[in-house]
């Protein structure tokens, strides 16, 4: 979930940077003894099943042992001991526990806490109340050993698709059998009724190489155990963020079942070549007193005020504390969990500023031992005001504080399709004047360039970026309306073959900036969500893409396969270096007071080592025709008038004066 962020006109970076940036409250939680051991929890080996709770106030412990995951009483109790240099509570038993069930429960301020599966449950039962011991070597599908990503050389190379796992599968017309499962993506030849591809093939048709899943860790809103009834939920509200969530396996009381499912939806895709990141949030609990976190050491994961009321940076009831030693160890060893066991390949982090800079420096810092080719990036803002120094945050304007993470830009999106909290508002792109810097802020990446003036930029008033590798550049995402709806509602009166136009540029914008570009899943067959903007718990009825679109606007998908096309083909627009941007990416200069929503740019000198010599990009927002003037030479036409082609033979043109039809891209290029 997420908002934007307020405009920052510039950062003014404290010299003199605390150590912890907290509330009188949260001193208590500083001389807390940690414990950085990785058997949390349970660890099973051939002396036991052995376990370790880190509660360090806690005044008894104890570990309930099950027969099952959701009734029944405990078949046994096991009374924990203290170690007070590490704070944490510890007994075993001889023999191997698989297939049984635990919890732990703490005693504190002399009262028996819930009891909580812990905060390091990797399975659970159905609605994930107690975690479950299982053998992990016994999920993996066969040539898991083997299993690897997409190699990815830079981050610019990557193209995300977002989804949500109902979304892509639920609609009859999917064609796909484990609809709202991992598995609908582990079923190849799945199509329309009129034969169209869906699922993973139609993946590898657009030509994707990442998709970023919407939360699938345990989350709290569905009910695992009512399945024929079952809801929707985007899983911003996390329960166990170590467990698959159970309504997206065939069978959540199973705990095996959605770990090996889920192993093999990312086999899957990685067999199609297509890497898997994932959505998390580690910003906030779904519960506040009720959270695993609080059940095993109250007060210490999440950040208060003066008064010792809970923080809530992220407007859903609570923040989480990344600058505490054991949060922030949590966090990292949570994402490397992931990487590990589940050999995903990014991951893209929910209100990220809550969190401070040095743990989003080390969560990449680590991931990327594990694999190089690993992409974090994140929200670069806040969803309202958190006790973290500003200077401390992962905010976007910070970005160049940090190694390997990349944020949103949020400057592109608001510019080319219009404000994200006002339905009518138009931007750059359906034909509202005045947008064109911001817009060019998001063509550069966000980076220091000599024609870019940031003083007019709507949301961003400087250059935040020192790289290109640190933006993510989008025009929608889960959030908000989805572009069909942000085009229906904002050029409403306007003919639909208008309104495809517009989302054809406002896609031209977003794949041929540099940084990395992120789409909405179904928009490529100009999917709504009828008109609901926060969609979050809707019903399939409005979330599941109906793939029937896929026939009925062929052309648009056929364009968007063609961006993907152009965009891997050509290194220019997938520039790795400030500097460069700043050499090859040259703008022409137009008045934009007297032709608004004209912008024109040359990537020049074979940039970044492209075939091409210098390619033209030409973007008409307006409503009407606009005339543009090109050098003159041999240009390729690579895309004109809601057509594309990315081997530039849509014809050839002498350049000179070229119009550009309303709501359209050109695009030049010359070898
Ligand atoms: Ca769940």
Redo the contacts with the bound molecule.
Sequence with gaps: MALAAPVIVSMTLSSAIPAFAQSKFDEQFVSYPTYSGDDLELLVDNSGTHFRLWSPKAQEARVNLYENGHTGKPYKTLPMKFEASNGTWTTSQPEKLYGKFYTFQIKYDGKWKDETPGVWAKA?GV??ERAAIIDFSKTNPEGWAADKGPAVKNFSDVIVYEMHHRDMSMHPSSGIANKGKFLALTEDGTVTPLGEKTGIDHLKELGITHVHILPSY?????D?ANLQTNTYNW?YDP??YNAP???YSTN?SDPESRVKEMKEMVKALHDAGIGVIMDVVYNHTAENDGSNFELTAPGYYHRHWDNGKYADASACGNETASERKQMRDYIVNSAKYWAKEYHIDGFRFDLMAIHDTETMDEVARELKKINPDIFVYGEGWTAADSPLAKDRRALKENVSKMTDIAVFSDDLRDAVKGHYSDASDRGFATGKPGLEETVKIGIVAATPHPQVDYKKGNNSKFPYATSPEMIVNYVSCHDDLCLTDKLRKSMAGELEENLLDAAKLAQTIVFTSQGTPFMFSGEEIFRDKKGVHNSYMSPDSINAIDWNNKSKYRDLFDYYKGLTALRKAHPAFRMTSADDIAKHLVFDKIDSSKTPNLISYSLKDNANGDAWKEIKVVFNGASVPQTTTVKKGNWMIVAQDGKISPEGDLGVTKGGKITLAPYSALILAQE
């Design positions: 659970v609605n994930g345990d989350y709290n809103s569905v695992e899983g329960l166990n969530e159970g309504s959540p």
